[in-house]
């Protein structure tokens, strides 16, 4: 006896994998899993699934497509309820079938242009159909439209928001109220900060993934201190947003002027926000602003939003399409639409390799 439990068989090809499939429902005691699986492996030809191996094989069997494999990974890694429902729109299809929808559209001209190279010399198929060009460029367009939408690694890495501006600015002390953590160290001294520190955390449901710098100044004799301004103006780079707590109009293009210790001084002139992190003045409606730029900045509760590689492959099919325009002769029109075609069927993996499956895949957890 190992335990008194459930076991529900699932009979192929209608299961998550296309294969057949047992369930052990068990009580979560480690000793009755740790029991039952040491029987399991006492079993001819029974082995540990490799992480992701479920999900590899329904990929496999043509359960799911490459897309959603995808929608599902980062289903498995979602934090916040954007992540969330961003992810359920890709693990359910909602990419992979527009996908199909733009494929189908492809294929329908293809077949026009391989009918004038295979029957130019018939009256009725001498020329490409009137409205051909028209079609192309309105695919081309709505590619277009996907590839300007908000990117997936805005909601995985969540929107970066740098702290900068000089020594002694109140940085440390504003990054602490925000990330609600005394994370960064705080200090009358000057120069306290020497290096990047960075914390994720979500803000009514969007991922934010703020950072504290080291103060800004030109000159100093401290060597640490100096890489660690170099790392600063390298962090003012790659933000989403810099909030600039130095003088007024010393900030990067773009950076909310920011008053931070208005309990001690009236601070900037003009100023976006006008904060105190010490007495908490002013942080309810920084957050609020923060939000708000945020979500404006990242993809609609519910859309499917592109990866790398997705984005990659789409950039391709578009620009294909774009010269396909641009040509004359059909056997080159016909070209850049296998392309395209190429490209289309790369998203959604009819044609991949099996190192970046083995990298995907590889994310899942063990036994999904």
Request: hydrophobic letters at 45%.
């Amino acid at each position: 006896m190992l335990d008194r439990a459930l076991v529900l068989w699932f009979p192929g090809p209608r299961t998550a994998t296309g294969e057949d499939l047992a369930e052990l429902h068990l009580h979560g005691g480690r000793a009755v899993v740790s029991a039952v699986e040491a029987a399991l492996s006492d079993l001819p030809g029974m082995r540990r699934a490799q992480p992701g191996e479920f999900t590899r094989r329904a990929f496999a069997n043509g359960q799911i497509d490459l897309s959603e494999a995808e929608g599902l990974a980062d289903l498995l890694s979602a934090e916040t309820e954007l992540q969330r429902r961003s992810a359920i729109a890709m693990a359910g299809g909602v990419f992979s079938e527009q996908v199909e929808d733009w494929r189908g559209r492809v294929l329908t001209s293809s077949a026009a242009v391989e009918a004038v190279l295979d029957f130019g010399d018939e009256d009725d198929v001498s020329d490409l159909p009137p409205d051909f060009a028209q079609r192309i460029a309105a695919l081309a367009d709505e590619l277009s439209g996907w590839l300007s939408r908000p990117r997936a690694e805005a909601l995985r890495e969540g929107y970066r928001v740098v702290l900068a501006g000089p020594p002694n600015a109140g940085k440390s002390t504003l990054f602490n109220a925000l990330v609600e953590d005394e994370a960064a160290i705080t200090a009358p001294l000057a120069g306290t900060t020497r290096d990047v520190l960075t914390r994720a955390v979500a803000i009514e449901g969007v991922p934010f993934l703020f950072a504290d710098t080291a103060g800004l100044r030109d000159e100093t004799t401290d060597v640490i201190e100096a890489i660690g301004i170099d790392r600063a103006r390298a962090a003012l780079g790659r933000a989403d947003l810099v909030l600039w707590l130095g003088t007024e109009g010393d900030g990067p293009d773009g950076c909310w002027e920011i008053a931070a210790q208005v309990d001690r001084s009236s601070g900037k002139a003009s100023p976006r926000h006008a904060v105190s992190a010490v007495t908490g003045e002013g942080l309810d409606a920084l957050r609020r602003d923060l939000v708000e730029t945020a979500r404006h900045a990242m993809p609609r509760p519910g859309d499917a939003a592109l990866n790398v590689r997705q984005h990659g492959l789409l950039a391709e099919a578009e620009a294909s399409l774009r010269v396909g325009l641009a040509e004359r002769d059909p056997l080159l029109v016909a070209e850049c639409l296998r392309r395209v075609r190429v490209s289309f069927d790369a998203l959604v993996g009819r044609a991949t390799t099996e190192d970046m499956l083995d990298t995907l895949f590889g994310r899942f957890c063990i036994g999904k």
